[in-house]
């Protein structure tokens, strides 16, 4: 191969699909400052801004984790983004349930679950930490629509 050629690969490939590198390794996203302050036996919603830099754009998006402990030792954190087609879920306290309005996807309050509508897995975990008092989430996005959980970004 040519030095042209050498050169020309990298470049051709950043015109042709800028954002085709999607391989930036997880973000740990600080959600709790403390611990000690979570809500115990109900999901908690956090929201957090997520810098992307495709090339040449740097764009902020809004994400979003749902927390659950029952004794702020043990923690799980659920991708806020619908395995189904990706939508946002809330919560149904009355129901102790996730509902998706999209589609109508049920998922259990505590376990992710699926327990009714066309969502073809449970809601995605997410790999959690403590350090210092401190929650962190090792955010990822997951392919929509498949029975696997299968990692995207
Ligand atoms: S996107 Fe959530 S049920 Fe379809």
Redesign the pocket.
Known sequence: MTIGGLVGVPVLRALVSPGFDRTAPAAWIKVADDINTLDLGVPIKVDFVEVVNDVWVESRLLRSVWLYTEDAQAFTAFSGV?P????S?FFEADKKVFH?P????LFDGKSGAVLG???PRGLDTLEVRVEDGALFVKHRLFRPGISTKEVLA
């Open positions: 619908c189904h087609l990706g939508c879920f998706c999209c589609h109508h996807g509508g066309p969502p």
